[in-house]
């Protein structure tokens, strides 16, 4: 990127996870990534991904920069969009106020997440099996989809997207989706598993088995942007944060 966060230790992760995750909606759903001076841009549009249509990420650590490239940037009256802004700490009442005097308010600040692969992985699982034809794809989407969960068709020609899929007695019951876009390191975009069987160590199993293809990939870190539900899991397997990214939205009718 043309603006490396050099106030922030680990940037590198940042990239990975902008590079990983644009990526993935680029093939799912064409959708389109710039930079533009201080910014990144992701453009959603009418993809079923969130309920704005633009992200902007602070790829600068100067506030100021980075909202006047947000206000002089056209975006037509009928769309939403949100500001990423990225920092060392779980918390910097500093950035807050800094954004929130620009008529934006804090919505919400989560972690990124990072981890070493060593050599090898002990105990591959063998209820885990990698999603490489449509008909393996439509077999466990057949179970997925239940919970709106899809592994979509269009992702397994991509050599950066890997789909996993782990069964409970013939039937996909949670996947995962792995990126390798960016260099010696690995994106987990998605880690899903069906309500109903949570708590059985088959996001465990997933995240497992991700971790021994990564390493037979080349690659040498890990990064994942967890939910709520999954942070425990990623922090027993040995994830832990590298940076924070803090949402800001404006005030008014455009809201998230």
Do not use: C
């Not at 993935?24 to 079923?48: E, F, L, M």
């Not at 909202?67 to 500093?94: G, K, T």
Request: glycine content about 6%; charged content about 20%.
């Amino acid at each position: 990127m043309d603006n490396p966060r050099t106030d922030i230790e680990n940037w590198w992760a940042a990239e990975a996870m902008i590079a990983s995750y644009n990526h993935v909606y680029q093939v799912t759903y064409k959708t389109k990534y710039k930079v533009h001076g201080p910014i990144g841009i992701s453009i959603y549009d009418g993809a079923p991904i969130a309920s704005f249509q633009y992200e902007f990420l602070a790829l600068s650590a100067d506030a100021q920069s980075v909202m006047d490239a947000v206000l002089s940037y056209p975006i037509p009256e009928d769309r939403q969009y949100i500001i990423d802004v990225f920092h060392p700490s779980p918390s910097d009442p500093a950035l807050k106020e800094q954004y929130t005097k620009f008529a934006h308010e804090f919505a919400r600040t989560g972690p990124i997440l990072g981890f070493s692969l060593t050599g090898k992985v002990d105990a591959v699982p063998e209820n885990v099996y990698k999603a490489s034809t449509i008909q393996q794809a439509e077999t466990a989407n057949h179970n997925l989809v239940t919970e709106g969960e899809r592994i979509h068709v269009q992702t397994l020609r991509d050599k950066h997207i890997h789909s996993f899929y782990v069964e409970s007695e013939g039937e996909a019951v949670g996947w995962l989706q792995l990126v390798s876009v960016y260099d010696k390191v690995g994106y987990i975009n998605q880690l899903y598993v069906l309500k109903n069987y949570r708590k059985r160590k088959y996001g465990t199993a997933l995240v497992r088995r991700a971790h021994a293809y990564a390493i037979e990939l080349g690659l040498k870190r890990m990064v994942a942007v967890p939910s709520d539900q999954a942070m425990h899991l990623y922090r027993r397997l040995g994830y832990s944060p590298l940076l924070y990214f803090s949402a800001f939205r404006p005030n008014g009718l455009r809201h998230e």
